[in-house]
């Protein structure tokens, strides 16, 4: 299918007539996302050969509106399609292309991401996990955490240490690994909003092959963080997707029919969206609900929250429109991150706020089934996934404002001679 070149507004009416002609709501959920990769609607900004169109940003945008417009299910949207499927399109192999793109535009694998670990979490580059090359596979041992879906997933992208000779940055590599194997333990952690979507993984012998080493032999680092700004940019702002479906084969959902599959997804409390961080709208309805839409300070917070969210929402788009035009990434995705720890926290101060002593329950009978409180006990987690907010300042002071970087005693030592904690790291 060839992208639209007609404008936006012919490009909504060209999506409005495609979901017309093929939506039906009894067709399967592997059946409806294949039909979604193939048409190119579910990704467009992606490659034409590789299940886009080919268009920009704004017009991406204004085809997910028309979707969620339309009551249809939307595409996969997990890791595997905001972090696994973006670094593949710029950084894999044509075999590695052929190999998952489909699988990711399909939503037929879940995947999750293997980067933080216990003594490695904002210095990512001091990890200890090691692979070490066995003929044309990698032998890995190590322990991960705060793996967000690690249990539900088919595969996991991986940095792991490669060669300890070299310093910490350098002697990293990126890996695609089977979840699915011996020597591969994944263990939930129970969060305190209730939810077990973070995970601990260990490895002990597991194996990935060489051919699913990404961007070549020791340069992890540089894959990493063009994973973790894929990520912040696509999380950041806290944009809409409608009811999400989980993808992979695991959660159950794929062979059935798509619209029960909406439904059982919007009533699972676990992994479900709670209520929505950074809509405005959403909070003064929910102000007019507990009777304080009058409350004068209560609606300058309401008119705070919209204003904080239509600059996230302009920044992003003006990082769009570089990328559109080919210029290099620079700290837009920092920016958009600290933007939404801002509304994250505002949305949360601010639904407290309106229902008061309302917001100490949780349970069913809490005040709209208490996905307030999950909401806002969900937010905590916003200053620190993808990247704390202090490193994103860093990044924005070097990067953006010319500051001097922070003194690094041992960026140029081989990993090999650092001690971290009481282990050699060789």
Not at 240 to 253: A, N, Q, S
Not at 346 to 354: K, T
Request: glycine content about 10%; hydrophobic content about 45%; some cysteine.
């Amino acid at each position: 299918m060839e992208a639209p070149n007609s404008g936006i507004d012919d490009l909504r009416a060209d999506v409005r007539a495609w979901v017309d002609a093929n939506w039906d709501a009894r067709m399967t959920v592997r059946a409806w996302w294949e039909l979604l990769a193939e048409s190119g609607w579910a990704y467009p900004t992606w490659p034409k050969q590789w299940f886009g169109l080919g268009v920009s940003a704004d017009e991406a945008a204004a085809v997910g509106q028309e979707l969620h417009a339309a009551g249809v299910a939307m595409p996969p949207h997990s890791q595997a399609q905001t972090m696994a499927a973006p670094l593949i399109l710029e950084y894999g192999s044509e075999e590695q292309k052929h190999r998952w793109m489909r699988t990711l535009a399909t939503g037929a694998e879940s995947w999750c991401q293997f980067f933080s670990e216990p003594n490695a979490g904002s210095d990512l580059a001091s990890l200890q996990t090691r692979a070490v090359r066995d003929g044309d596979e990698w032998v890995v041992n190590g322990q991960k955490v705060w793996n967000g879906g690690a249990n539900e997933a088919e595969r996991g992208i991986l940095v792991a240490r490669t060669d300890s000779s070299l310093p910490k940055h350098r002697g990293l590599s990126f890996f695609v690994i089977d979840v699915d194997q011996p020597g591969v333990e994944i263990r939930p952690i129970r969060q305190i909003n209730g939810d077990a979507h973070f995970n601990e993984s260990f490895f002990s012998d597991a194996r990935v092959a060489d051919s699913d080493t990404i961007g070549g032999l020791n340069n992890g680092w540089l894959m990493a963080m063009a994973t973790l700004a894929f990520e912040r940019a696509a999380y950041a702002v806290g944009a809409h997707y409608g009811v999400g479906i989980p993808c992979g084969e695991k959660p159950g959902y794929l062979d059935m029919p798509v619209g029960e599959a909406m439904q059982r997804a919007a009533s699972v409390r676990t992994g479900a969206p709670s209520f929505p961080m950074g809509d405005a709208l959403a909070i003064a309805a929910l102000a007019a609900e507990a009777g304080c839409v009058g409350d004068a300070i209560i609606r300058q917070r309401i008119a705070q929250l919209y204003m904080m969210g239509e600059t996230a929402r302009l920044t992003t788009l003006r990082a769009r429109a570089a990328a559109d035009a080919g210029k290099p990434s620079g700290a837009e995705s920092s920016i958009a991150h600290l933007a939404g720890v801002h509304i994250a926290r505002a949305s949360r101060d601010l639904g407290l706020a309106i229902l008061g002593a309302g917001g100490m329950l949780a349970d069913a009978d809490a005040p709209r089934g208490g996905s307030v409180t999950h909401m806002a006990l969900t937010s905590l987690c916003h200053g620190i996934q993808g990247g704390t907010e202090h490193v994103q300042r860093n990044i924005i002071g070097e990067r953006i404002l010319g500051l001097p970087k922070e003194p690094q005693v041992d960026r140029d030592i081989p990993f090999r001679e650092l001690m971290v904690g009481t282990r050699r790291a060789d």
